[in-house]
Nanobody, 129 residues
Framework: QLQLVESGGGLVQPGGSLRLSCAAS????????IGWFRQAPGKEREGVSC????????NYADSVKGRFTISRDNAKNTVYLQMSSLKPEDTAVYYC??????????????????????WGQGTQVTVSS
């Protein structure tokens, strides 16, 4: 069974940077398109970015495009989310998950919650001065 664990969150000032990691176990990560999501208190979970199984395709939400970069190292069974120019509105719990539908696996659209499974427990990102 695929298991995912997020790490790398923390407190950062506006304009700062963080790199989140999504580490996989159970199955080789190169089978899976991976998505990053976030959920702020009182709000729905939203898709942030996805990366295809071999890293050839990526997609970003408009709110993070140009600031966040998703990447993967399948040899290390890890997907990363490099976050730069962070804003207070980026504050949320960040989750990674694996695509469970063929259309989402193509990574041609912003990831949708209903198309993903094997959710990690999340890592808190707080952007505040």
């Amino acid at each position: 069974q695929l298991q995912l664990v997020e790490s790398g969150g923390g407190l950062v000032q506006p304009g700062g940077s963080l790199r989140l990691s999504c580490a996989a176990s159970g199955f080789t990560l190169d089978y899976y398109t991976i998505g990053w999501f976030r959920q702020a208190p009182g709000k729905e979970r939203e898709g942030v970015s996805c990366i295809s199984s071999r890293g050839s395709r990526t997609n970003y939400a408009d709110s993070v495009k140009g600031r966040f970069t998703i990447s993967r190292d399948n040899a290390k069974n890890t997907v990363y989310l490099q976050m730069s120019s962070l804003k207070p509105e980026d504050t949320a719990v960040y989750y990674c998950a694996a695509a469970i539908t063929p259309v989402q696996a193509m990574c041609v659209m912003t990831p949708r919650v209903s198309n993903f499974g094997s959710w990690g427990q999340g890592t808190q990102v707080t952007v505040s001065s």
